[in-house]
Protein backbone atom coordinates (compact mmCIF):
# COMPACT_ATOMS: atom_id res chain seq x y z
CA UNK A 1 0.00 0.00 0.00
CA UNK A 2 0.92 3.58 -0.61
CA UNK A 3 0.63 7.26 1.28
CA UNK A 4 -2.27 7.66 -1.45
CA UNK A 5 -4.22 4.67 0.42
CA UNK A 6 -4.96 6.59 3.18
CA UNK A 7 -6.83 9.61 3.61
CA UNK A 8 -6.93 12.26 7.10
CA UNK A 9 -9.97 11.74 9.82
CA UNK A 10 -11.59 15.46 10.37
CA UNK A 11 -14.73 15.73 12.58
CA UNK A 12 -14.60 19.67 12.24
CA UNK A 13 -12.52 19.98 15.96
CA UNK A 14 -9.01 20.97 16.61
CA UNK A 15 -7.39 17.33 16.83
CA UNK A 16 -7.37 15.61 13.37
CA UNK A 17 -5.80 11.69 12.21
CA UNK A 18 -3.69 12.56 9.03
CA UNK A 19 -3.37 10.49 5.92
CA UNK A 20 0.53 10.45 6.92
CA UNK A 21 0.11 9.92 10.32
CA UNK A 22 -1.99 6.71 9.07
CA UNK A 23 0.16 5.92 6.68
CA UNK A 24 3.45 5.43 9.22
CA UNK A 25 1.72 3.19 11.34
CA UNK A 26 1.00 1.09 8.60
CA UNK A 27 4.62 0.76 7.79
CA UNK A 28 5.63 -0.04 11.87
CA UNK A 29 3.46 -3.18 11.04
CA UNK A 30 5.45 -6.16 9.90
CA UNK A 31 6.18 -6.39 6.20
CA UNK A 32 5.84 -10.10 5.90
CA UNK A 33 2.39 -10.20 7.56
CA UNK A 34 -0.76 -10.23 4.96
CA UNK A 35 -2.25 -7.08 4.22
CA UNK A 36 -5.56 -7.49 6.34
CA UNK A 37 -3.47 -8.41 9.36
CA UNK A 38 -0.94 -5.36 8.68
CA UNK A 39 -4.52 -3.37 8.53
CA UNK A 40 -6.10 -4.48 11.78
CA UNK A 41 -2.62 -3.94 13.19
CA UNK A 42 -2.82 -0.12 11.84
CA UNK A 43 -6.46 0.37 13.17
CA UNK A 44 -4.99 -0.75 16.94
CA UNK A 45 -2.11 1.76 16.97
CA UNK A 46 -4.32 4.66 15.60
CA UNK A 47 -7.17 3.60 18.37
CA UNK A 48 -4.46 3.75 20.69
CA UNK A 49 -3.08 7.02 19.75
CA UNK A 50 -6.70 8.46 19.72
CA UNK A 51 -7.12 7.69 23.37
CA UNK A 52 -3.94 8.94 24.12
CA UNK A 53 -4.63 12.23 22.62
CA UNK A 54 -7.81 12.53 24.21
CA UNK A 55 -6.10 12.23 27.76
CA UNK A 56 -3.86 14.71 26.94
CA UNK A 57 -6.55 17.20 25.53
CA UNK A 58 -8.78 16.31 28.55
CA UNK A 59 -6.29 17.69 30.85
CA UNK A 60 -5.72 21.02 29.29
CA UNK A 61 -7.02 24.17 31.42
CA UNK A 62 -8.75 24.85 28.55
CA UNK A 63 -10.79 21.82 28.40
CA UNK A 64 -11.18 22.24 32.18
CA UNK A 65 -12.47 25.92 32.01
CA UNK A 66 -15.27 24.62 29.25
CA UNK A 67 -16.30 21.96 31.59
CA UNK A 68 -17.41 24.28 34.74
CA UNK A 69 -18.67 26.39 32.11
CA UNK A 70 -21.47 23.81 30.83
CA UNK A 71 -24.64 24.50 31.18
CA UNK A 72 -27.34 22.36 32.72
CA UNK A 73 -28.85 21.75 29.43
CA UNK A 74 -25.15 21.00 28.14
CA UNK A 75 -24.40 18.52 31.68
CA UNK A 76 -27.68 16.38 30.29
CA UNK A 77 -26.12 16.08 26.78
CA UNK A 78 -23.00 15.07 27.44
CA UNK A 79 -23.57 12.85 30.38
CA UNK A 80 -27.05 11.93 31.30
CA UNK A 81 -27.16 13.87 34.90
CA UNK A 82 -25.98 16.80 36.07
CA UNK A 83 -22.52 17.23 37.61
CA UNK A 84 -22.31 16.67 41.42
CA UNK A 85 -21.02 19.90 43.26
CA UNK A 86 -18.30 17.66 44.85
CA UNK A 87 -17.52 15.36 41.90
CA UNK A 88 -13.80 15.19 40.75
CA UNK A 89 -13.39 16.78 37.28
CA UNK A 90 -10.77 14.98 35.85
CA UNK A 91 -13.07 11.94 34.87
CA UNK A 92 -15.65 14.45 33.59
CA UNK A 93 -13.19 16.23 31.13
CA UNK A 94 -11.99 13.22 29.53
CA UNK A 95 -15.65 11.51 28.96
CA UNK A 96 -16.12 15.48 27.90
CA UNK A 97 -13.70 14.97 24.93
CA UNK A 98 -14.74 11.61 24.24
CA UNK A 99 -18.19 13.27 23.61
CA UNK A 100 -16.64 15.90 21.47
CA UNK A 101 -14.86 13.43 19.61
CA UNK A 102 -17.18 10.75 19.09
CA UNK A 103 -17.38 11.63 15.50
CA UNK A 104 -14.19 10.98 14.34
CA UNK A 105 -14.01 7.82 16.51
CA UNK A 106 -16.41 6.58 14.76
CA UNK A 107 -14.93 7.34 11.52
CA UNK A 108 -11.85 5.28 12.81
CA UNK A 109 -13.89 2.36 13.95
CA UNK A 110 -15.14 2.31 10.76
CA UNK A 111 -11.86 2.49 8.91
CA UNK A 112 -12.50 5.56 6.95
CA UNK A 113 -8.37 6.62 7.07
CA UNK A 114 -8.17 3.93 3.94
CA UNK A 115 -8.86 5.63 0.94
CA UNK A 116 -11.39 2.77 -0.46
CA UNK A 117 -12.10 4.83 -3.55
CA UNK A 118 -8.39 4.88 -4.36
CA UNK A 119 -7.71 1.38 -3.64
CA UNK A 120 -10.40 0.17 -5.24
CA UNK A 121 -9.40 1.69 -8.58
CA UNK A 122 -6.33 0.22 -8.32
CA UNK A 123 -6.97 -3.01 -8.23
CA UNK A 124 -5.87 -5.27 -11.17
CA UNK A 125 -8.33 -7.18 -13.22
CA UNK A 126 -7.20 -10.64 -11.19
CA UNK A 127 -8.38 -8.66 -7.86
CA UNK A 128 -11.83 -8.20 -9.35
CA UNK A 129 -12.26 -11.53 -10.98
CA UNK A 130 -11.42 -13.34 -7.51
CA UNK A 131 -14.34 -10.45 -5.64
CA UNK A 132 -16.93 -11.78 -8.79
CA UNK A 133 -16.26 -15.02 -8.25
CA UNK A 134 -16.74 -14.77 -4.33
CA UNK A 135 -20.08 -12.95 -4.47
CA UNK A 136 -20.93 -15.71 -7.55
CA UNK A 137 -19.97 -18.55 -4.89
CA UNK A 138 -22.30 -17.22 -1.80
CA UNK A 139 -25.23 -16.41 -4.34
CA UNK A 140 -24.89 -20.23 -6.62
CA UNK A 141 -23.42 -22.31 -3.82
CA UNK A 142 -24.25 -21.07 -0.48
CA UNK A 143 -27.53 -18.61 -0.54
CA UNK A 144 -29.83 -21.35 -2.27
CA UNK A 145 -29.15 -24.02 0.16
CA UNK A 146 -30.41 -21.84 2.87
CA UNK A 147 -33.77 -23.29 3.74
CA UNK A 148 -35.40 -21.17 6.68
CA UNK A 149 -34.98 -17.29 7.22
CA UNK A 150 -36.73 -15.99 10.51
CA UNK A 151 -37.39 -12.17 9.96
CA UNK A 152 -38.54 -10.64 13.68
CA UNK A 153 -40.01 -7.45 14.07
CA UNK A 154 -41.03 -6.94 10.17
CA UNK A 155 -42.88 -4.11 10.58
CA UNK A 156 -39.39 -2.23 10.83
CA UNK A 157 -38.57 -3.12 7.17
CA UNK A 158 -39.30 -1.66 3.57
CA UNK A 159 -40.51 -3.72 1.32
CA UNK A 160 -37.62 -3.36 -0.72
CA UNK A 161 -35.32 -4.91 1.69
CA UNK A 162 -37.74 -7.87 2.10
CA UNK A 163 -37.55 -8.52 -1.68
CA UNK A 164 -33.78 -8.91 -1.50
CA UNK A 165 -33.85 -11.30 0.88
CA UNK A 166 -36.20 -13.01 -1.12
CA UNK A 167 -33.43 -12.88 -4.11
CA UNK A 168 -30.97 -13.78 -2.14
CA UNK A 169 -32.57 -16.93 -0.77
CA UNK A 170 -34.78 -18.34 -3.32
CA UNK A 171 -35.41 -21.61 -1.59
CA UNK A 172 -35.72 -20.63 1.62
CA UNK A 173 -39.06 -20.62 3.54
CA UNK A 174 -39.66 -17.27 4.89
CA UNK A 175 -41.10 -16.78 8.90
CA UNK A 176 -41.78 -13.27 9.67
CA UNK A 177 -43.13 -12.06 12.74
CA UNK A 178 -44.59 -8.72 13.84
CA UNK A 179 -47.16 -6.29 14.55
CA UNK A 180 -48.05 -4.06 12.06
CA UNK A 181 -49.38 -1.31 15.28
CA UNK A 182 -45.80 -1.44 16.68
CA UNK A 183 -44.43 0.72 13.34
CA UNK A 184 -43.61 3.96 14.71
CA UNK A 185 -42.24 5.40 11.17
CA UNK A 186 -44.19 5.96 8.46
CA UNK A 187 -43.43 4.16 4.48
CA UNK A 188 -42.20 0.76 6.60
CA UNK A 189 -43.70 -2.61 4.86
CA UNK A 190 -47.88 -2.81 5.10
CA UNK A 191 -48.98 -5.87 6.16
CA UNK A 192 -51.59 -6.16 3.43
CA UNK A 193 -48.55 -6.09 1.23
CA UNK A 194 -46.73 -8.89 2.27
CA UNK A 195 -48.76 -11.67 0.33
CA UNK A 196 -47.11 -10.23 -2.71
CA UNK A 197 -43.83 -10.28 -1.44
CA UNK A 198 -44.29 -14.12 0.09
CA UNK A 199 -46.86 -15.57 -2.11
CA UNK A 200 -47.47 -18.76 -0.30
CA UNK A 201 -48.13 -16.59 3.03
CA UNK A 202 -49.65 -18.20 6.07
CA UNK A 203 -51.01 -16.11 8.45
CA UNK A 204 -51.34 -16.80 12.33
CA UNK A 205 -52.91 -13.73 14.24
CA UNK A 206 -51.78 -13.75 18.13
CA UNK A 207 -54.16 -12.73 20.28
CA UNK A 208 -52.72 -13.21 23.84
CA UNK A 209 -50.89 -10.71 26.20
CA UNK A 210 -48.52 -12.42 28.03
CA UNK A 211 -46.88 -8.60 29.35
CA UNK A 212 -49.41 -6.54 30.18
CA UNK A 213 -52.04 -7.02 32.97
CA UNK A 214 -55.72 -7.10 32.21
CA UNK A 215 -56.30 -3.70 32.98
CA UNK A 216 -53.65 -2.27 30.35
CA UNK A 217 -54.28 -4.87 27.79
CA UNK A 218 -57.91 -3.65 27.54
CA UNK A 219 -56.50 0.02 27.24
CA UNK A 220 -54.42 -0.47 24.55
CA UNK A 221 -56.99 -3.21 22.97
CA UNK A 222 -59.64 -0.28 22.31
CA UNK A 223 -57.17 1.96 19.92
CA UNK A 224 -57.73 -0.49 17.31
CA UNK A 225 -60.63 -2.26 16.03
CA UNK A 226 -58.76 -5.38 15.06
CA UNK A 227 -57.14 -5.89 18.78
CA UNK A 228 -60.48 -6.13 20.77
CA UNK A 229 -60.56 -9.61 21.11
CA UNK A 230 -56.82 -9.47 22.89
CA UNK A 231 -56.85 -11.25 26.28
CA UNK A 232 -54.30 -11.00 29.07
CA UNK A 233 -52.99 -13.94 30.80
CA UNK A 234 -51.96 -11.53 34.15
CA UNK A 235 -54.43 -10.49 36.25
CA UNK A 236 -56.62 -7.18 35.65
CA UNK A 237 -54.45 -5.59 38.66
CA UNK A 238 -54.86 -1.78 39.35
CA UNK A 239 -56.23 0.20 36.42
CA UNK A 240 -54.37 3.15 34.90
CA UNK A 241 -54.56 6.86 36.41
CA UNK A 242 -54.33 9.81 34.65
CA UNK A 243 -52.44 13.18 35.22
CA UNK A 244 -53.11 16.34 33.74
CA UNK A 245 -52.35 20.09 34.56
CA UNK A 246 -53.12 23.16 32.55
CA UNK A 247 -49.82 24.72 33.33
CA UNK A 248 -45.89 23.53 33.81
CA UNK A 249 -45.39 24.13 37.16
CA UNK A 250 -48.69 21.88 38.46
CA UNK A 251 -47.50 19.32 35.68
CA UNK A 252 -43.91 18.43 37.37
CA UNK A 253 -45.24 18.73 40.35
CA UNK A 254 -47.54 15.54 39.95
CA UNK A 255 -44.86 13.73 38.11
CA UNK A 256 -42.43 14.71 41.53
CA UNK A 257 -45.03 13.54 43.86
CA UNK A 258 -44.94 10.09 41.54
CA UNK A 259 -40.85 9.57 42.05
CA UNK A 260 -41.29 10.53 45.56
CA UNK A 261 -43.71 7.53 46.36
CA UNK A 262 -41.87 5.32 44.47
CA UNK A 263 -40.60 2.74 46.35
CA UNK A 264 -36.81 2.64 46.71
CA UNK A 265 -36.35 -1.03 45.09
CA UNK A 266 -38.47 0.11 42.30
CA UNK A 267 -37.95 1.86 39.03
CA UNK A 268 -40.31 4.12 36.82
CA UNK A 269 -39.51 4.72 33.52
CA UNK A 270 -41.08 8.18 32.04
CA UNK A 271 -41.43 7.08 28.79
CA UNK A 272 -40.95 10.79 26.50
CA UNK A 273 -41.95 11.31 22.81
CA UNK A 274 -38.80 10.91 20.29
CA UNK A 275 -37.18 13.80 19.39
CA UNK A 276 -35.88 16.81 20.69
CA UNK A 277 -35.01 16.67 24.56
CA UNK A 278 -37.80 18.72 26.97
CA UNK A 279 -35.77 20.58 28.97
CA UNK A 280 -38.29 21.01 30.91
CA UNK A 281 -37.67 17.10 32.84
CA UNK A 282 -34.55 18.84 33.99
CA UNK A 283 -36.30 20.20 37.12
CA UNK A 284 -37.91 16.75 37.85
CA UNK A 285 -35.36 16.01 40.97
CA UNK A 286 -33.79 12.29 41.45
CA UNK A 287 -34.31 10.95 37.81
CA UNK A 288 -31.68 9.70 35.31
CA UNK A 289 -32.13 10.53 31.84
CA UNK A 290 -31.49 8.30 28.84
CA UNK A 291 -30.83 8.16 25.48
CA UNK A 292 -29.92 6.13 22.82
CA UNK A 293 -26.36 5.96 23.72
CA UNK A 294 -27.55 4.23 26.96
CA UNK A 295 -26.10 0.45 27.17
CA UNK A 296 -27.84 -0.42 30.76
CA UNK A 297 -30.89 0.49 32.55
CA UNK A 298 -30.85 1.93 36.37
CA UNK A 299 -32.19 -0.95 38.83
CA UNK A 300 -33.56 1.17 40.78
CA UNK A 301 -35.31 5.00 40.62
CA UNK A 302 -36.91 7.29 38.07
CA UNK A 303 -35.59 7.55 34.44
CA UNK A 304 -36.51 9.02 31.38
CA UNK A 305 -36.11 7.47 28.32
CA UNK A 306 -37.38 8.60 24.44
CA UNK A 307 -40.09 5.61 22.77
CA UNK A 308 -37.74 4.47 20.41
CA UNK A 309 -35.67 3.69 23.10
CA UNK A 310 -38.08 1.76 25.44
CA UNK A 311 -39.80 0.19 22.36
CA UNK A 312 -38.91 -3.41 22.98
CA UNK A 313 -38.59 -3.39 26.76
CA UNK A 314 -41.47 -3.96 29.46
CA UNK A 315 -41.58 -2.18 32.78
CA UNK A 316 -43.51 -2.76 36.11
CA UNK A 317 -44.07 1.32 36.52
CA UNK A 318 -44.63 3.46 33.60
CA UNK A 319 -45.66 7.21 33.07
CA UNK A 320 -46.09 8.31 30.03
CA UNK A 321 -44.66 12.00 29.28
CA UNK A 322 -46.77 14.40 27.21
CA UNK A 323 -49.43 12.66 25.47
CA UNK A 324 -50.70 15.56 23.43
CA UNK A 325 -47.60 16.00 21.73
CA UNK A 326 -47.60 15.79 18.03
CA UNK A 327 -45.55 12.58 18.07
CA UNK A 328 -48.57 10.89 19.06
CA UNK A 329 -50.98 12.58 16.92
CA UNK A 330 -49.55 12.73 14.02
CA UNK A 331 -51.76 10.74 11.43
CA UNK A 332 -49.93 7.91 10.12
CA UNK A 333 -48.66 6.39 13.11
CA UNK A 334 -49.40 8.10 15.77
CA UNK A 335 -51.54 6.13 17.28
CA UNK A 336 -49.20 3.14 16.70
CA UNK A 337 -47.07 4.98 19.00
CA UNK A 338 -49.42 5.29 21.52
CA UNK A 339 -50.39 2.08 21.67
CA UNK A 340 -46.33 0.82 21.79
CA UNK A 341 -46.12 3.26 24.90
CA UNK A 342 -48.64 2.26 26.43
CA UNK A 343 -48.06 -1.67 26.02
CA UNK A 344 -44.03 -1.40 27.74
CA UNK A 345 -46.19 -1.33 30.83
CA UNK A 346 -46.96 -4.59 32.82
CA UNK A 347 -48.72 -3.51 36.15
CA UNK A 348 -48.60 0.22 36.96
CA UNK A 349 -49.51 2.78 34.32
CA UNK A 350 -50.31 6.53 34.27
CA UNK A 351 -51.04 8.61 31.38
CA UNK A 352 -50.06 12.17 31.36
CA UNK A 353 -50.53 15.35 29.39
CA UNK A 354 -50.19 19.21 30.27
CA UNK A 355 -53.96 19.50 29.09
CA UNK A 356 -56.31 17.16 27.83
CA UNK A 357 -55.80 13.58 27.21
CA UNK A 358 -56.34 12.08 23.97
CA UNK A 359 -59.66 11.05 22.60
CA UNK A 360 -58.60 7.49 21.73
CA UNK A 361 -57.79 7.19 25.46
CA UNK A 362 -61.41 7.66 26.74
CA UNK A 363 -60.20 9.40 29.82
Known amino acids: M ?7 LNSGLPFTIDAATSYQFFLKT ?35 TRLESLTETEQQQTFGRLIREDEPLAPLALKMV ?13 YQWLAFDQIIARQSTVDAVIAAQVYGYLTQRVFPKV ?49 AIFPNLKTQALRTSYRSSGA ?11 LTDVHAVQPHDVQPTYLSATNDTDYLAQIQAQIEQ ?3 DQTLAIITPAGQFDERLLKLK ?78
Open 216 to 226: ITALFSQLFPD
Open 2 to 8: QVSDFQS
Open 98 to 110: RYDYQDLSEQLHD
Open 262 to 264: LPT
Open 147 to 195: KQVFIDEVQDYHASSLHLFKQLFPKAQFTVFGDQHQSLTPHKIQFSKLP
Open 30 to 64: PVDAPLDKRIQATQQQLTSYLQEQLMTIAKTPTTL
Open 286 to 363: DVHHLSTETTTLPESGAFTLPLTLAKGLEFDNVLLYDLINDYYTEPTVGRNRLYTAISRATHRLTLSALGTLPNALNA
